[in-house]
Every structure is written in structure tokens, then in C-alpha cells.
């Protein structure tokens, strides 16, 4: 396993951690992490787009001139869609845009994407935060005790809420607890920062695989 050096909230070494090999050690798949990140953005898509055809349009149940004897083409109704404020032939209509994507895929794809960035030595695991009430001030100063720059993504337990009402406020932070991370977010940020509680192991990842 890796190792890199464990950080307190006030950015000095606390220890050492190990990384798992099979989370933040493997060749990162790009064709995979491409195929999961285009089905995520497609599954965000609302599919709400809609025109009317010209069986939906109001107005124009009677023929709008004769036949015959006018010298232009014949027509049988103003909602066709060569007339202005007629249907329109096939246009856009309600869809769903998502795409099926194994379990298996989105988790090779995620340990793709942290492998990614622990190659880069963007990967960085904090002891705890130990902030005693919630504090903008203070979780600004402990991301420049870090040393980070950028985009942040910062994993929080869903029982650090004084974690989370201290980075909520910072633009450049973006806070995800561990059920909900992903490789989008992982690729959309500069870094990723752990605590030692909702550092990902081997038996996580395993058992996502399953």
C-alpha cells in the first residue's frame, strides 16, 4: 500500500496513512471514466423539450381554399407545418436521457478517477477537522494550512455536520458525503480530501464490486 503523510486541520503532520491499492493504486481506465461521466451528465438532462405536431395545433379544421382554379398548390389544412403557426413535423418531443451503466463500470470508473489524482499527489487525508462550533473563518484558514488551491472536494460523514456548516459557505469547496461519491465530481476538482473515518478501503471497494 502507499502511504502519505496524514495532515491535522491545522495543515502540520499528524502520521502516516495508507492508501489501498485497489482504490487510489490502479491504472486509471479513461474510456471508462468517459462512458460513466457522459451517462451522468446525460441523466441530468429534464428530456422536457416539446413542439406540437399538427394534430396538437389549434385552428384549421376547413380546407383553406378551393381545390382547384387558385394557381397555388392544394392544401387541406393551415396546421400543416409549411404554414406559419402550423405543426411541426418531427420535432422534439418528452424523453428520458439516461443510460444503464453497471455497478461494476461506475466503481472502476471512480477508482479511476481517485487513482488519477492520487498519481498527481491531490489526494489528501485529514486526521479530523475538530472544529468546536461551525466557522467559515476556520475552514477557510485549515484549506490554506493545506496548502490547496482551486476546487476542493471535501467528503464529510453525515455525522460532521459542524465539518459541513463550515465549508458549505466557500465557493471553491464542494462537499459530498462518501455514499455519494463519484467520478465526476472527483475529476471536476483539483483535490480530494478525506478524514481518516471516510478514508475509502479495500473492503468498500470490494464490496461495491459485488
Known amino acids: ?15 502516516t496513512v495508507d492508501l489501498d491499492d485497489n482504490t487510489f493504486g490502479i491504472q ?15 441523466a441530468r438532462r429534464s428530456g422536457t ?20 382554379g387558385t394557381g397555388n ?5 393551415i396546421r400543416a ?11 422534439p418531443k418528452p424523453r428520458g436521457y439516461g443510460q444503464k451503466t453497471p455497478k461494476k463500470m461506475i466503481n472502476l470508473a471512480l477508482r479511476s478517477a481517485l487513482s488519477d489524482r492520487a498519481a498527481e499527489g491531490k489526494v489528501v487525508v ?3 477537522w475538530g472544529f468546536d462550533a461551525p466557522s467559515t473563518k476556520a475552514a477557510k484558514s485549515a484549506l490554506a494550512g493545506l496548502g490547496l488551491e482551486g476546487k476542493v472536494l471535501v467528503v ?7 465539518a459541513a456548516l463550515s465549508f458549505r459557505n466557500l465557493t471553491e469547496v464542494q462537499l459530498i458525503a462518501p ?32
Not at 423539450?49 to 389549434?58: L, W, Y
Not at 464529510?156 to 459542524?162: C, P
Not at 473515518?197 to 479495500?202: N, Q
Open 179 to 210: 455514499g455519494e461519491l463519484n467520478a465526476y465530481d472527483v475529476l471536476c476538482n483539483d483535490y480530494v480530501v478525506f478524514t481518516q473515518a471516510v478514508l475509502p478501503t479495500g473492503a468498500a471497494a470490494e464490496k461495491d464490486e459485488k
Open 81 to 91: 407545418p409549411q404554414f406559419s403557426g402550423g405543426g411541426v413535423a418531427l420535432g
Open 28 to 42: 486509471p481506465n479513461v474510456p471508462v471514466m468517459h462512458q460513466v461521466v457522459t451517462a451522468q451528465l446525460a
Open 49 to 68: 423539450q416539446s413542439t406540437k405536431t399538427r394534430s396538437e395545433v389549434a385552428g384549421g379544421g376547413a380546407k383553406p381554399y378551393r381545390q382547384k
Open 156 to 162: 464529510v460523514g453525515r455525522d460532521d455536520a459542524t
Open 73 to 77: 398548390a392544394r392544401q387541406g389544412s
Open 126 to 128: 485529514v486526521d479530523e
Open 1 to 15: 500500500m502507499a502511504q502519505i503523510t496524514l495532515k491535522n486541520a491545522a495543515g502540520k503532520d499528524a502520521g
